[in-house]
Structures are given as C-alpha cells and as structure tokens.
C-alpha cells in the first residue's frame, strides 16, 4: 500500500465538485477536498497573472494515479493543469488501511 495525496486546482466549485464525484464514482480516491477559493499568483506564457481557482486534495494511492491523472486532464479547462502526487510517509494506520479499502475494488485492483 503506497498512500499519496495528489493537488490540484480548477477554476470553479462546479468543475471541483464535479472532478471529486467522478474520482469517488470511480472508486480511485477514498476522499476528495474541495476547499474554499484562493489566489493563485503564477507566472505564465511571459506574465505574471493570479486568478482565483478551487484547491482540490485527492487521498488515493500511488497505483491508481495514472487514471486519477486522466480524469484530472480530461475535465480540466486549463492548458497546464497543476497535478502533483505527494508520498503520505506517515498517517493514523486505519485511516491510511481505510484509504487503500476504499480504492480496492475488483475492477481497479
């Protein structure tokens, strides 16, 4: 069992909402975070710019971070989605055994 925690944002609470329910639909993350809106100030394509996007955190594991991926990118308006998976090194052990229970199921095993 290798738990991570992938980030992402979008730029709405419809299109978060939505990417959350698709991944729990899937069973490919135990629990999805939408948080509240924030700032994000970035350089891109030669400018500095800041928007306001919808920070998700997506409890998964690391094997079914491929598809995770591809629902990410395939729901994503953006260009250059943000999508970053960190290893979970250290968690409460059901919590962690409750993530990998919640994400094993006979078709995505």
Do not use: F
């Amino acid at each position: 069992m290798e738990p991570i925690l992938i980030i992402t944002n979008l730029p709405d609470r419809a299109g978060a909402m939505s990417l959350a329910q698709k991944l729990i639909d899937e069973r490919v993350a135990a629990c999805v975070n939408v948080l509240a809106e924030c700032t994000s100030v970035y350089h891109w394509q030669g400018k500095n710019e800041s928007t306001a996007e919808v920070p998700v955190l997506v409890k998964t594991l690391a094997r079914h971070y491929g598809r995770v991926e591809e629902l990410i990118t395939s729901l994503h308006p953006y260009e250059l989605p943000e999508i970053i998976a960190v290893p979970i090194s250290n968690g409460l052990p059901a919590y962690l055994d409750w993530i990998a229970g919640e994400t094993s199921t006979p078709d995505n095993n």
